[in-house]
C-alpha cells in the first residue's frame, strides 16, 4: 500500500543498520520507494549484498557496508563510506540489535555486554558519527528503534529492556542538544512483529513459536501481529517534511499491546 507520494524523498540518503533483514531491511524498502538512496548496514556481508540485490531489483540505488557498531572506528568508517558513495548522509536508522531470552541470575557478563554495547551504545556510536555530517548539511533526521517491553518489565529480558530504555533517554537528551543544528532525533517503539530474527530470538525452550504466537496475539488489543511496513511507514514520515517539527519522541506502534495487561 502506497499511502505517501511519489518522489516524497528524492534526493536524500538514508543509512540504516541492522539493514540486511527483518524491521531494517523493510525501512530501507520504504525509504527507497519514495526515492531515497539508501546504505545498509550490518555484520554479514553475503546477507547485505543479497539483501542490495533486492532492493536494486525494486529501482533502488543501495549500498552494502560491514559494520560492528560496537566498535567507533567502524562506525566512523561506515559513514565516511556513505558519505564518499552518495555525497551526503540525510537520515540515519538505528536498527542494529540483539536480543535473547536468559534469566537475569544466570546472564553472563558477555551475554549482557552483548546486548547493551549493541543496542545502546551501537546507537550512541553511530548517532555521533553521523552529527558532524549533518550538522555541516542543513540538517538531518535521526530515527532510532526502541522496543516497548520496558515499559512494565519483561522477565528474562534484563539486558534488552535496560539498553532499550536507555535508547529512549538518548533520544530524548539529544534532541534537546542537537536541535540547533536542525537534526531531528526521534524513536519508534514497535510492539509484536513476527520477523525471522525476533521468532528465533524469543522462541522460549519446548514452548518454541507457537506458545509465543498464542500468547502474544491475546495481548495485542487489535488482534493482529504488527507488519514492517507498519515500522517503515512510520520511519518513511519522521523522514519527510511533515516529520520536520516532530523531535525527542518516542512514538509506540504496537496494536495497543503496551496497555494490555499480562
Not at 488482534?223 to 519522541?249: F, M, Q
Amino acid at each position: 500500500m502506497t499511502i505517501f507520494r511519489d518522489g516524497l524523498l528524492e534526493g536524500q540518503v538514508a543509512l540504516i543498520t541492522g539493514g540486511g533483514s527483518g524491521i531494517g531491511f523493510g525501512i530501507a524498502g520504504e525509504l527507497a520507494r519514495y526515492g531515497a538512496r539508501v546504505a545498509i548496514a550490518g555484520r554479514k556481508p553475503k546477507r547485505l549484498e543479497s539483501a542490495v540485490g533486492r532492493l536494486e531489483e525494486q529501482g533502488a540505488r543501495a549500498l552494502a557496508v560491514k559494520v560492528n557498531v560496537r566498535n567507533p572506528e567502524s562506525v566512523r568508517a561506515m559513514v565516511e563510506r556513505t558519505v564518499e558513495e552518495f555525497g551526503r548522509m540525510d537520515v540515519l536508522v538505528n536498527n542494529a540489535a540483539g536480543n535473547f531470552y536468559a534469566p537475569s541470575a544466570d546472564l553472563s557478563q558477555n551475554g549482557w555486554r552483548a546486548v547493551v554495547e549493541t543496542d545502546l551504545y551501537g546507537t550512541f556510536f553511530c548517532s555521533q558519527a553521523a552529527y558532524p555530517v549533518m550538522s555541516g548539511q542543513e540538517g538531518g533526521r535521526i530515527i532510532s528503534i526502541s522496543m516497548t517491553l520496558h515499559y512494565r518489565g519483561w522477565p528474562q529480558m534484563a539486558h534488552a529492556t535496560a539498553a532499550k530504555a536507555g535508547i529512549d533517554a538518548l533520544t530524548k537528551t539529544l534532541a534537546v542538544e542537537w536541535a540547533p543544528d536542525n537534526i531531528t532525533v526521534n524513536a519508534i517503539a514497535p510492539g509484536p512483529i513476527p520477523t525471522e530474527g525476533a521468532t528465533k530470538a524469543f522462541a522460549m525452550g519446548d514452548a518454541g513459536t507457537a506458545a509465543i504466537d498464542e500468547k502474544m496475539r491475546r495481548l495485542i488489543p487489535l488482534g493482529r501481529w504488527g507488519g514492517v511496513d507498519d515500522i517503515g511507514n512510520l520511519v518513511v514520515y519522521l523522514a519527510s517534511p511533515a516529520g520536520a517539527w516532530v523531535t525527542g519522541a518516542i512514538i509506540v506502534v504496537d496494536g495497543g499491546s503496551s496497555l494490555a495487561r499480562t
